[in-house]
């Protein structure tokens, strides 16, 4: 029988140690299941030739470089993923500060006002909003009609090389809710007091917004903008539903190419190697982000 050293408390575990460890399971089994095996089980498919039904051979790199040298879609696709993310967070981190700071005042109704502008984030990825979009934009949509009305030249928005992304942009950043959301708590949190001195001093309105409020705001920024690029970067429903990767695939973004490879040509190996280059691509993004924070993100404590 083992005995405890001197001095070493024993844990007896009680009935209610175990209680929590039952209520903490399916928690468990999904990190487990949905989240840590799909994980590892897709880097190692990544190394393989493994097409759904067929024999899983191990080829090392060559799905890599494959992709890197020889596979025009790949880049074509990273390329169009960056530029729908440029299009997208920049804008939408904008729009939702604007609107925050319109919202950070004390007026009639002001609640049901927040509500409202809150309310399109609630259907964010919906199948059913990229629908509703599709059929707005599209020719004879609600778009084109109220262009016509207005006797202006009506386009071929979702047909169009120019227009295409800039429709599926529009639809992310018209979701800016939940940004805004954080950034009108953050605005509530500036001490007033820096504002009244900054008064007494007689600084302007811009002077104020540049050197009192995104300063004493800047760890939300700098939070939202690392939330928006992973998100944005890995966008699948908005050009899935919208325009399917057209017109000749000038919305193609590397969610589609991976699906497209995992789903449509079975080539689950393949696909995995584009789910990590783009993981990759994504963590060397959010590194760069985080390396210049240093620069321009101020916390209460310095």
Known sequence: ????????RTRHYTKRDYQAFLYLLPWLIGILVLQLYPFIASLVYSFHDYVIGGKMEFNGLENYIRLW???????????????????????????????????????????????LYYIPSLFGGSVAIAILWRLMFMDGGLVNTLLQTLGLPTQHFLGSKQWALKVISLLEVWQFGSSMVMFLAALKNVPASLYEAADIDGAGWWSK???ITVPQISPI???????????QLQNFTSPSVITNGGPMKNTYVLGLFLYEEG????????????????????LALTLIIF???????????E
Not at 1 to 8: D, E, F, H, K, T
């Open 263 to 282: 789903f449509g040509n079975f080539k689950m190996g393949y696909a995995s190697a584009i789910s990590w280059l783009q993981f990759l691509v994504i």
């Open 291 to 301: 390396g210049t924070s240093k620069l321009w993100v101020h916390y209460a404590d």
């Open 209 to 211: 917004f540049f050197k």
């Open 1 to 8: 029988m083992m005995r405890s050293a001197p001095g070493v």
């Open 221 to 231: 920024i700098f939070f939202t903008l690392i939330n928006q690029t992973i998100q």
């Open 69 to 115: 040298t020889r596979d025009r879609n790949f880049w074509k696709s990273l390329r169009i993923t960056l530029v729908f993310g440029v299009y997208t967070v920049p804008f939408k981190l904008i729009l939702a500060l604007a609107v925050a700071m319109f919202l950070n005042r004390n007026i009639k109704g002001i609640n049901l006002i927040r509500t």
